[in-house]
């Protein structure tokens, strides 16, 4: 089992940065792969960054290419989502989660935890 708090979410102005940690409880965290996700109202959860257990692939959305960074420390049992140049359409509620395999994937429907969720607010 493990469990997923979101924390770093807010408001920014556009051309902003923020850092979104997630802490992870359990033991095991270092052989869960990472992902972040994020929704708006009305949509479907997005696919935003993920990273494989060990650090060594991450995988981005055409949209945050460039712009977000996901990274983890296993010894903190901490995954970040560095974001840069935000824009008004970043706005969304971000989601951690994790899932019990070796590859990053982009589907939600993959991942096993979830977090509660971050609000993001860019202005424009």
């Known amino acids: 089992q493990v469990q997923l708090v979101e924390s770093g979410g807010g408001l920014v102005q556009t051309g902003g940065s923020l850092r979104l940690s997630c802490a992870a409880s359990g033991r095991t965290f270092s052989s869960y792969t990472m992902g972040w996700f994020r929704q708006t109202s009305g949509k479907e959860r997005e696919f935003v960054a993920a990273?494989?257990?060990?650090?060594?692939?991450?995988v981005y959305a055409d949209s945050v290419k460039g712009r977000f960074t996901i990274s983890r420390d296993n010894a903190k049992n901490t995954v970040y989502l560095q974001m840069n140049s935000l824009k008004p359409e970043d706005t969304a509620v971000y989601y951690c989660?994790?899932?019990?395999?070796?590859?990053?994937?982009?589907?939600?429907?993959?991942?096993?935890?979830w977090g509660q969720g971050t609000q993001v607010t860019v202005s424009s």
């Open positions: 990273m494989d257990w060990r650090g060594g692939r991450t």
């Open positions: 989660a994790a899932r019990a395999g070796t590859i990053a994937t982009t589907r939600p429907g993959t991942y096993d935890y």
